[in-house]
C-alpha cells in the first residue's frame, strides 16, 4: 500500500502547487484587462477627482504585489473580497450560486455518465452493427447542435409544445427537491445531451482498444456470452481512460454551462460571472476563475487517483 | 465402449482471410487449404510447421474461432460426434471452456490483469456448471499441487503480475484442466520461455495430460519439443498437410525432404577459430546499473572479441546480455570498467564518441520489423549509412546499395520497396546490409534469429558466416538459443544474473566439466530424442538428491 499512497500524495500536491500557479495567472490575467472599476461605476461624466478619489478608497493604487498578497491571505482563510460594484461579501454571494450550479451539474451527470458508460457498452456488443451506428449517429447529432439550440428546441418542444417542465428554471430557496428537479430537468437534459456523445464515444474506444487483447480472447474461448466478455473481462481494463474522460465532462458541467444558465435563466455561477464581467468587477470575476479551477483541478486529480488505485500492479505490488 | 473412439476429426477444412497489402488491391488468400487430422481421446497430436502454415488456426478452428478477419469456409469439425462449425452461437458457448480449452502461447497476455488468477482459473467451470464455486476451487488447488506450482494452496489469490512467467503457463494449463474437459489445444505453450523453464512446464504439461487423460493438440515450431509429448505429428506448410505420422517415424524416417529438413535444421558446419592477434573490442571489469541505481545489472564483466570471430553470449532472459550490448554502444555508460576498440578506450557515453567510432559498431536487432523505418524504401534504409559516414552519393550510393543487395543474396528488384512488402527473413538480411554499410569491425547482433522460424533463421546464420569470411568482420552474437550458439561461434561467454559464469573457446565452454549453471543450461535445451524429457527430469532429480 505504500507506493499507493506515495502516489496519490504526490498528485495532491501537484494539485495545489498548480491551483496556486492558476492563483497567479488569475490575478495577472485580470489585471492587464482593459477597462475600469471605477470609471464603469462612476460612468463616462465622472470628474476625474472623483476617479481618483474612489480607486484610492478601492486601494487600486496599491501595487500589484501586495494587492496579490492580501487576495491570496484572504482566499487561505475563506475571504474572497468583496465586490466593487455591489459591496456585498463575494463569499456569501457565491455560496447559494455555486450550490445551484452543483446541483444542476449533479442531475446531469448522475443521468449522463451510467447512460453514456451503458450506451458505450453497447455500442461495443454490437459494433459495426445498427445498435452501434444509431447510438454514434444520435451522440454525434446531438453534440454537433450547439447547446443554445438544443435549449431552445427542448424549451420548444417539451416546455411549449407538452409543457411537461417548465421554460424558465429559477429556483428560490423555498422550493422542495421535487420542485427543484422538475425545474432544473430542462437545463439538466441539454447538458446531458451535450456531455453524452463525448463520454460514450470515448468509452467506446477505450473497450474496443482493450478488446484486442490476448485476454479477452481468453474471456471468449472459456464460452462467455459476448456481454460478460465486455463487462467483466473488457470493462475493468478500460476504467482509467473512461474516468478521465468522464472528469473532464463533470469539469465541464461546473464549468462550461454559462450559455445553458441563461437561456434557461437559471441562477448559477455562470450567471453570476457574466453578470460581473460586464460591470468590470475584478474580485468576483477572479474568484469565480478561481474556484472553476480548483473544481478541473479536483476532478482531474480524481482522475488521476482512480487510474492508480484500479491498477493492480500499483495495488499489490510484487 | 463404442468401437470408435475418436474425439476430433477435421475433415477437408478449408479457412480463408481477406489481406490488404500495400500497393496492392485487397484479396482472399487461402491458409488452410483441405486439411484432415483425426485424434482419439486420450492422444496428443503434434502440429508443427513454420508461421503461415495454419497451425494454429486449425487450432483455433476446432473450437470454430477464428482470429481477426479469418473464415471458415468449409469442411467439417466433428468434435464429440457434433459438427462444430454448424453447432451456432448457444452450442458454441456450451462447448467453449467446457468440452474444448486453450493454452495460449503467452500467459502474461493471456491472463486478465485485473483479476485475481484463482477467479480466472475457475471461471469457466462455474459458468458452465461443471462445479460450484467451492468445488471447482478445490479443484484448482489440487491442480495447482500436481503442477507443482509453489504455494498452491495461496497462489491462486495473486494477480497475474505477481508470480513468473513460468508459473503463469502452467496456472493456464490449470485453468484448462479445471473444467475437465475433452480436448485441450495447446498452441506454443513454452515458446515464450527460457529453456531452463521451458522444460520444469513441458513435463507438468505431459504428466497432467497422462494423469488426466485429456487429448491435447499440441503445436509448436520446435520438433524437439512436440517429440516429447505427442503420439503422432503431423506437418504442415503453407496450409497444407506435408506429412502425418507416428512421432518416432518423423523424426527418425522422415518420408518428405521438408520434414527432412526441418528435423536436420541446426546442422551447419563451423570450424572454430583460434584467437589470434589483438582484439578488436575488449570489455573490461564492466559494472553497470540502470538510472543510476543501486542494482547492477552487469556485474564485473570482462571479455575480448578477436577480428573477424564470433562471440557468443548467451544466457536467460534478464541475464543481462543485452545491457552488456548497451554499454558497449554507449547507450548506458558503465559505473566501472572500461570498453576499449582496438586498443583504445572509448568514451563510455554516446555523445562523446566520435562518427567514426559509431561506425565501427554497428548494432542488428531481434525485430527487424521496428528497427527500419517503414515510410522509407530499402535503398534509402541501405544508403544512408553510406552517406552518412562515407558522404557516399548519386550514381556511387546506388551502386554501392545494388552490391550490397547482391551481398545478402536480395536482387535489385527489392530497393524500391517498403519493409512492410518483405518477409521477415527479407527484412532482417536488410538489417544486415544497413550495419555492413558501414564497413564496421564488429556487428552486435542482439537476438536477430530469434523471431524467426528455424529454416529461415538458418538462411540468416549461414549468411552471416559468409559474410564475416568476406568482411573479416567480428561479430557479438546476443542469443538463448544454445543450437545456434553451437553453430556459429568461436567463443563463448555464459552470462547468469549480471555475471559472466563460463568463458572461453567454444570447445572448451561446451567441454565437461561444467559449472552448474551451464550444465542446467545444456541439458535443458530439448533434443530430437523420444524420452529426452523424461531423463532430463530424472537425471535432475538425481543430481539434486545428490546435493
Given at each position: 500500500?505504500?507506493?499507493?499512497?506515495?502516489?496519490?500524495?504526490?498528485?495532491?500536491?501537484?494539485?495545489?502547487?498548480?491551483?496556486?500557479?492558476?492563483?497567479?495567472?488569475?490575478?495577472?490575467?485580470?489585471?492587464?484587462?482593459?477597462?475600469?472599476?471605477?470609471?464603469?461605476?462612476?460612468?463616462?461624466?465622472?470628474?476625474?477627482?472623483?476617479?481618483?478619489?474612489?480607486?484610492?478608497?478601492?486601494?487600486?493604487?496599491?501595487?500589484?504585489?501586495?494587492?496579490?498578497?492580501?487576495?491570496?491571505?484572504?482566499?487561505?482563510?475563506?475571504?474572497?473580497?468583496?465586490?466593487?460594484?455591489?459591496?456585498?461579501?463575494?463569499?456569501?454571494?457565491?455560496?447559494?450560486?455555486?450550490?445551484?450550479?452543483?446541483?444542476?451539474?449533479?442531475?446531469?451527470?448522475?443521468?449522463?455518465?451510467?447512460?453514456?458508460?451503458?450506451?458505450?457498452?453497447?455500442?461495443?456488443?454490437?459494433?459495426?452493427?445498427?445498435?452501434?451506428?444509431?447510438?454514434?449517429?444520435?451522440?454525434?447529432?446531438?453534440?454537433?447542435?450547439p447547446e443554445f439550440f438544443i435549449g431552445y428546441l427542448l424549451i420548444f418542444f417539451v416546455a411549449v409544445k407538452l409543457a411537461w417542465f417548465p421554460s424558465i428554471a429559477t429556483v428560490y430557496e423555498s422550493m422542495s427537491f421535487w420542485e427543484r428537479l422538475s425545474t432544473v430537468a430542462l437545463p439538466a437534459a441539454t447538458l446531458t445531451l451535450v456531455v453524452l456523445a463525448h463520454m460514450m464515444r470515448m468509452t467506446r474506444a477505450a473497450i474496443l482498444n482493450v478488446m484486442q487483447s490476448a485476454y479477452v480472447?481468453?474471456?471468449?474461448?472459456?464460452?462467455?456470452?459476448?456481454?460478460?466478455?465486455?463487462?467483466?473481462?473488457?470493462?475493468?481494463?478500460?476504467?482509467?481512460?473512461?474516468?478521465n474522460v468522464v472528469m473532464l465532462n463533470l469539469a465541464f458541467l461546473v464549468v462550461g454551462v454559462v450559455v445553458v444558465e441563461v437561456i434557461f435563466v437559471y441562477p448559477g455561477m455562470g450567471q453570476y460571472l457574466v453578470d460581473h464581467v460586464a460591470k468590470r468587477d475584478v474580485p468576483v470575476v477572479q474568484a469565480c476563475g478561481l474556484i472553476f479551477a480548483a473544481f478541473y483541478i479536483g476532478l482531474n486529480l480524481v482522475a488521476d487517483i482512480v487510474a492508480i488505485l484500479t491498477n493492480p500492479r500499483l495495488r499489490h505490488p510484487k | 465402449m463404442p468401437e470408435d473412439s475418436s474425439l476430433l476429426e477435421i475433415r477437408d477444412l478449408r479457412i480463408e482471410a481477406t489481406v490488404y497489402p500495400p500497393g496492392e488491391a485487397p484479396h482472399d488468400i487461402t491458409i488452410v487449404d483441405g486439411v484432415s487430422l483425426k485424434l482419439k481421446k486420450g492422444k496428443v497430436l503434434g502440429l508443427i510447421g513454420e508461421s503461415g502454415a495454419g497451425k494454429s488456426t486449425i487450432g483455433l478452428a476446432s473450437m470454430a474461432y477464428g482470429r481477426g478477419g479469418v473464415r471458415i469456409t468449409g469442411g467439417e469439425v466433428v468434435l464429440n460426434g457434433r459438427d462444430v462449425l454448424k453447432a451456432g452461437k448457444q452450442g458454441l458457448r456450451s462447448l467453449r471452456g467446457k468440452e474444448v480449452r486453450y493454452v495460449a502461447q503467452s500467459a502474461a497476455a493471456a491472463f486478465n490483469p485485473a483479476h485475481r488468477l484463482m477467479d480466472q482459473v475457475v471461471e469457466a467451470a462455474v459458468v458452465h456448471g461443471v462445479a460450484n464455486r467451492a468445488e471447482a476451487e478445490r479443484r484448482a488447488?489440487?491442480?495447482?499441487?500436481?503442477?507443482?506450482?509453489?504455494?498452491?494452496?495461496?497462489?491462486?489469490?495473486?494477480?497475474?503480475?505477481?508470480?513468473?512467467?513460468?508459473?503463469?503457463?502452467?496456472?493456464?494449463?490449470?485453468?484448462?484442466?479445471?473444467?475437465?474437459?475433452?480436448?485441450?489445444?495447446?498452441?506454443?505453450?513454452?515458446?515464450?520461455?527460457?529453456?531452463?523453464?521451458?522444460?520444469?512446464?513441458?513435463?507438468?504439461?505431459?504428466?497432467?495430460?497422462?494423469?488426466t487423460g485429456v487429448a491435447a493438440l499440441y503445436i509448436t515450431h520446435d520438433l524437439a519439443v512436440v517429440a516429447q509429448v505427442s503420439d503422432e505429428i503431423m506437418v504442415l506448410r503453407h496450409g497444407k498437410l506435408v506429412e502425418w505420422g507416428r512421432t518416432q517415424q518423423i523424426i527418425k524416417e522422415p518420408r518428405k525432404e521438408y520434414t527432412n529438413q526441418l528435423v536436420s535444421v541446426h546442422e551447419i558446419e563451423h570450424r572454430e577459430k583460434e584467437p589470434s592477434g589483438q582484439p578488436v573490442l575488449s570489455v573490461k571489469n564492466v559494472t553497470a546499473a540502470y538510472g543510476g541505481g543501486p542494482i547492477d545489472v552487469l556485474k564485473d564483466v570482462s571479455v575480448d572479441i578477436h577480428p573477424g570471430q564470433t562471440l557468443a553470449v548467451v544466457g536467460e532472459s534478464g541475464s543481462g546480455k543485452s545491457t552488456l550490448a548497451r554499454a558497449i554502444t554507449g547507450l548506458l555508460p558503465p559505473k566501472q570498467g572500461s570498453v576499449e576498440f582496438a586498443g583504445r578506450m572509448l568514451p563510455g557515453r554516446l555523445a562523446e564518441r566520435t562518427r567514426d567510432d559509431?561506425?565501427?559498431?554497428?548494432?542488428?536487432?531481434?525485430?527487424?520489423?521496428?528497427?527500419?523505418?517503414?515510410?522509407?524504401?530499402?535503398?534509402?534504409?541501405?544508403?544512408?549509412?553510406?552517406?552518412?559516414?562515407?558522404?557516399?552519393?548519386?550514381?556511387?550510393?546506388?551502386?554501392?546499395?545494388?552490391?550490397?543487395?547482391?551481398?545478402?543474396?536480395?536482387?535489385?528488384?527489392?530497393?524500391?520497396?517498403?519493409?512492410?512488402?518483405?518477409?521477415?527473413?527479407?527484412?532482417?538480411?536488410?538489417?544486415?546490409?544497413?550495419?555492413?554499410?558501414?564497413?564496421?569491425?564488429l556487428i552486435i547482433c542482439d537476438e536477430v534469429t530469434s523471431a524467426l522460424d528455424p529454416l529461415v533463421a538458418n538462411g540468416i546464420l549461414r549468411l552471416l558466416l559468409e559474410l564475416q569470411a568476406e568482411e573479416d568482420v567480428a561479430y557479438l552474437f546476443i542469443t538463448h538459443d544454445l543450437a545456434t550458439v553451437k553453430s556459429i561461434a568461436d567463443s563463448i561467454a555464459v552470462m547468469y544474473q549480471g555475471s559472466v559464469v563460463r568463458y572461453g573457446s567454444k570447445s572448451k565452454v561446451l567441454t565437461p566439466p561444467f559449472d552448474d549453471y551451464t550444465d542446467l543450461l545444456l541439458s535443458s535445451v530439448p533434443e530430437m530424442e523420444i524420452g529426452w524429457l523424461e531423463k532430463a527430469i530424472s537425471s535432475r532429480r538425481m543430481e539434486s538428491a545428490g546435493n
Open positions: 500500500m505504500g507506493m499507493v499512497t506515495r502516489l496519490v500524495a504526490q498528485r495532491l500536491a501537484l494539485g495545489l502547487l498548480l491551483l496556486f500557479a492558476v492563483s497567479i495567472l488569475i490575478f495577472a490575467g485580470t489585471q492587464i484587462l482593459p477597462g475600469d472599476v471605477a470609471q464603469s461605476i462612476l460612468g463616462q461624466s465622472a470628474t476625474p477627482e472623483a476617479l481618483a478619489n474612489l480607486r484610492k478608497e478601492m486601494g487600486l493604487n496599491e501595487p500589484a504585489l501586495s494587492r496579490y498578497l492580501d487576495w491570496l491571505g484572504g482566499l487561505l482563510t475563506g475571504d474572497l473580497g468583496t465586490s466593487l460594484s455591489s459591496g456585498a461579501s463575494i463569499s456569501e454571494q457565491i455560496a447559494s450560486r455555486l450550490a445551484n450550479t452543483l446541483f444542476l451539474a449533479s442531475v446531469a451527470a448522475i443521468v449522463s455518465v451510467p447512460l453514456a458508460i451503458m450506451l458505450g457498452l453497447i455500442a461495443v456488443r454490437y459494433r459495426n452493427r445498427w445498435p452501434d451506428k444509431m447510438i454514434s449517429g444520435i451522440t454525434l447529432a446531438s453534440i454537433s447542435l480472447e481468453t474471456a471468449e474461448l472459456k464460452g462467455l456470452t459476448a456481454f460478460d466478455v465486455i463487462r467483466k473481462h473488457a470493462f475493468p481494463n478500460a476504467i482509467a481512460p473512461i474516468v | 488447488k489440487n491442480l495447482f499441487r500436481k503442477l507443482s506450482l509453489p504455494d498452491p494452496d495461496n497462489i491462486g489469490k495473486r494477480y497475474p503480475h505477481q508470480v513468473s512467467g513460468g508459473q503463469l503457463q502452467r496456472v493456464m494449463t490449470v485453468m484448462a484442466l479445471c473444467s475437465e474437459p475433452d480436448l485441450i489445444i495447446f498452441d506454443e505453450p513454452t515458446t515464450a520461455l527460457d529453456v531452463t523453464t521451458q522444460i520444469d512446464v513441458l513435463a507438468a504439461i505431459k504428466d497432467a495430460i497422462r494423469d559509431l561506425r565501427e559498431l554497428q548494432m542488428i536487432y531481434q525485430m527487424a520489423d521496428v528497427a527500419m523505418n517503414p515510410r522509407q524504401t530499402v535503398g534509402t534504409i541501405i544508403g544512408r549509412p553510406l552517406e552518412f559516414y562515407f558522404g557516399i552519393r548519386g550514381k556511387e550510393r546506388d551502386q554501392r546499395v545494388d552490391e550490397l543487395l547482391e551481398k545478402i543474396e536480395m536482387g535489385h528488384g527489392f530497393k524500391d520497396r517498403y519493409p512492410a512488402e518483405l518477409s521477415g527473413g527479407q527484412k532482417q538480411r536488410v538489417c544486415i546490409a544497413r550495419a555492413l554499410a558501414a564497413k564496421p569491425s
